[in-house]
Nanobody
Framework: QVQLVESGGGLVQPGGSLRLSCAAS????????MGWYRQAPGKQRDLVAT???????NYADSVKGRFTISRDNAKNTVLLQMNGLKPEDTAVYYC?????????????WGQGTQVTVSV
């Protein structure tokens, strides 16, 4: 079992920055890839960025060049630095962790943190 707690969301003006943080607890030694997803009202949950244990990253085209994902394996945290925010980035952002243990792969989600980009 893994518990994920996100923080850092809020209201920001277009062009501004926010940094999201996700802290993992529980069976953290079995955590593999981690990532951030977002869900806007009335839309499906979409991938924002992922990072594996070797810090290889993957980004949605819409955030490339503006967002940066990073992780600290010693602290069991994953960060999402968001720069140049746009109104279309408004969504609830969810942290995701994939647990790999005894041949089983299980995904875990945080509770989500709201990001609102508006004047």
């Amino acid at each position: 079992q893994v518990q994920l707690v996100e923080s850092g969301g809020g209201l920001v003006q277009p062009g501004g920055s926010l940094r999201l943080s996700c802290a993992a607890s529980g069976s953290t030694s079995s955590i593999g890839p981690m990532g951030w997803y977002r869900q806007a009202p009335g839309k499906q949950r979409d991938l924002v960025a992922t990072i594996d244990m070797s810090s290889n990253t993957n980004y949605a085209d819409s955030v490339k060049g503006r967002f940066t994902i990073s992780r600290d394996n010693a602290k069991n945290t994953v960060l999402l630095q968001m720069n140049g925010l746009k109104p279309e980035d408004t969504a609830v952002y969810y942290c995701n962790a994939v647990l790999i243990s005894r041949g089983r792969i299980t995904g875990y989600w945080g509770q989500g943190t709201q990001v609102t980009v508006s004047v």
